[in-house]
């Protein structure tokens, strides 16, 4: 396999605001008896300092966050404010600029600067990064049957995929920082690979050769790596883990997946201490569920609420059943007396006593559903099933598993069709509260929950 090292040309500072939570662009190191330097007027630009050069004594000034770096031509002597360090190799002085060691950048300024640098050995780039950025690198392992694009960092960088079709597939890192050149060429099974930043976020787009059959995503520790992996094998793609594009269905299987953001209008369902409502997480999750789904599968996604309006349990069915639903997911906060409580649950219909009308609790009020009795109850197996699948993809991104349990839940009388309730965690736990306001969070949870709708969906097929 051949290793190509990619990396993405941001911005220039000049476009940046000081605020913005962005890398700097970076600067090639030129390798110049045996080691690495970047010119003064680059290692000016990456520092954002004023530059002061003086040729009669062939010393230069850099001043940055009040504090002044002094450099003399042919001196290893670095004074930083009212410290002095001894580099391993000079000031050099070529084609009329001072040449500074890129050691001046790994080894002394971060022990005296508030800044984060980078240095790419395989790129020979240099970068230095706002507070909160972590750097990386991303390169390709290609072959015609297997091919990786992999993202290394010393620290974990977290990401959500918003699109894994075979047309659009985009992964987002947070707060993540990377430099270098990209490919001009097709590389394997990658066609074309794009890295677009904004926002503190690094947007990882491929298009996938129309070879490629199925993709994986996962994470490897030690170090640190984001793995996107894309395979031409069909025998080779359940062994190794792949996930098939779009999943295509027959007829008479799953085709529509009805979400259902509880509460809403004059219910706001759970509110949290600082004001944050269950009906505004609940249907901000479905909309990113929904937005994920589209774009990674040949489903059809139902809402059956797309704004502030309130709807009764017998509402929700209906607009289930006429949306001729395959699966039923109601997206759910929770809320208890205590603080302490935390985590999420997935819950499938159990009947109460074979009662037709059914108090759910924190859920909503209570309604009669008699003209639906028991239907839920035919799907129970397969309710489970699905429930079992997405609180396994939940746990994957590491929050509390409260477990999946058979309750008679309101919200899920009358629905025919396999039904969950997913409760994302509760209003009331701090934790839990930060996370549910928190869009990144958020957008990690709807993705877990597709790949629950998806593995749910892709075991029923085989």
């Given at each position: 396999m051949t290793k190509q090292l990619l990396s993405l040309l941001l911005l220039s500072l000049l476009l940046i605001p000081a605020s913005s939570s962005v890398a700097l662009e970076a600067r090639q190191a030129s390798k110049i008896e045996g080691?690495?330097?970047?010119?003064?007027?680059?290692?000016?630009?990456?520092?954002?300092?004023?530059?002061?050069?003086?040729v009669e004594t062939r010393k230069a000034?850099?001043?940055?966050?009040?504090?002044?770096?002094?450099?003399?031509?042919?001196?290893?002597?670095?004074?930083?404010?009212?410290?002095?360090?001894?580099?391993?190799?000079?000031?050099?002085?070529?084609?009329g600029t001072p040449y500074v060691p890129v050691e001046l950048f790994t080894?002394?300024?971060?022990?005296?600067l508030e800044k984060r640098i980078a240095w790419n050995p395989d790129a020979r780039t240099l970068s230095v990064l706002r507070q909160g950025m972590t750097p990386a690198i991303v390169y390709v392992d290609a072959s015609d049957e297997l091919t990786y694009v992999t993202i290394e960092s010393a620290e974990r960088i977290e990401y959500s995929p918003i699109s894994l079709s075979s047309e659009s597939f985009i992964i987002l890192l947070e707060d993540a920082a990377l430099s270098g050149k990209l490919p001009s060429r097709k590389e394997g099974l990658v066609s074309r690979l794009e890295l677009d930043e904004g926002g503190g976020r690094v947007a990882v787009r491929i298009r996938p050769s129309s070879r490629a059959v199925g993709f994986i995503v996962k994470r490897e520790t030690r170090p640190e790596r984001i793995i996107i992996g894309f395979t031409s094998s069909s025998l080779r793609m359940r062994a190794l883990g792949f996930t098939p594009f779009g999943v295509e269905l027959p007829r008479g299987m799953y085709q529509v997946v009805v979400l259902d953001p509880a509460h809403g209008g004059g219910d706001p369902g759970v509110r949290s201490e600082n004001g944050t409502l269950e009906k505004q997480v609940t249907l901000q999750i479905a909309r990113e569920i929904r937005t994920i789904l589209s774009r990674s599968s040949n489903l059809e996604v139902v809402l059956t609420r797309d704004d502030d309006s309130e709807m009764g349990a017998e509402a929700r069915a209906?607009?289930?059943?006429?949306?001729?639903?395959?699966?039923?997911?109601?997206?759910?906060?929770?809320?208890?007396?205590?603080?302490?409580?935390h985590g999420y649950s997935v819950e499938v219909f159990k009947a109460s006593g074979g009662s037709q009308s059914l108090s759910a609790g924190h859920k909503g009020g209570s309604v009669s559903l008699s003209s639906w009795a028991?239907?839920?109850?035919?799907?129970?197996?397969?309710?489970?099933?699905?429930?079992?699948?997405?609180?396994?993809?939940?746990?994957?991104?590491?929050?509390?598993?409260?477990?999946?349990?058979?309750?008679?839940?309101?919200?899920?009388?009358?629905?025919?069709?396999?039904?969950?309730?997913?409760?994302?965690?509760?209003?009331?736990?701090?934790?839990?509260?930060?996370?549910?306001?928190?869009?990144?969070?958020?957008?990690?949870?709807?993705?877990?929950?597709?790949?629950?709708?998806?593995?749910?969906?892709?075991?029923?097929?085989?």
């Open positions: 080691r690495y330097y970047v010119s003064i007027n680059d290692a000016a630009f990456l520092l954002g300092a004023t530059k002061f050069w003086k000034v850099l001043s940055v966050e009040g504090k002044r770096i002094r450099l003399t031509v042919g001196s290893p002597v670095v004074v930083v404010g009212e410290q002095t360090f001894m580099l391993t190799a000079p000031v050099l002085f070529r084609q080894e002394v300024l971060p022990e005296v209906t607009r289930a059943t006429a949306s001729h639903g395959d699966i039923y997911v109601s997206i759910h906060c929770d809320g208890y007396p205590s603080a302490l409580a028991g239907v839920p109850e035919r799907y129970t197996r397969a309710s489970l099933a699905l429930a079992r699948s997405i609180s396994g993809s939940i746990a994957a991104i590491g929050l509390r598993e409260l477990g999946v349990r058979r309750a008679p839940v309101l919200t899920l009388e009358g629905v025919d069709m396999p039904s969950v309730l997913v409760s994302c965690g509760f209003l009331t736990n701090a934790d839990d509260e930060a996370a549910l306001r928190d869009s990144s969070s958020r957008r990690k949870i709807a993705a877990a929950i597709v790949e629950g709708i998806q593995s749910f969906i892709r075991e029923g097929a085989r």
